[in-house]
């Protein structure tokens, strides 16, 4: 099963978090549900901002956007909402503009 390191780099002060998947993906946002909840007032952060999880061969990660409303984006690049993206080691996620 594929595990992954995530680091905040800027933001809030998380610290950095072993990623294990889960069915449905782990969902970033400041919803209660959320599996990684950002605090309440991070008003450019959707409720369910973005998924990661693993994709079908389960040796690989990826991110979607959730229809956020300010963007998911990966290495600069703005992703497609419900579109998954590989990730690969080193990648840089940001949940704001």
């Known amino acids: 099963m594929a595990t992954a390191w995530l680091v905040p780099v800027a ?9 294990s998947s889960k069915d449905g993906g782990v969902i970033v946002g400041r919803h209660e549900s959320s599996d990684i909840k ?19 061969s389960g040796a690989r990660w990826t991110l979607t956007d959730l229809k956020s409303s300010w963007g998911t984006y990966l290495n600069g690049v703005r992703l497609t909402p ?6 690969s080691e080193g990648d840089l996620v940001r949940l704001t503009p």
């Open 11 to 19: 933001g809030p002060t998380i610290a950095p978090l072993v990623l």
């Open 38 to 56: 950002l605090p309440p007032d991070a008003d450019k952060i959707s409720r369910n901002n973005a998924r990661l999880q693993v994709d079908e």
């Open 82 to 87: 419900l579109v998954d993206m590989p990730l």
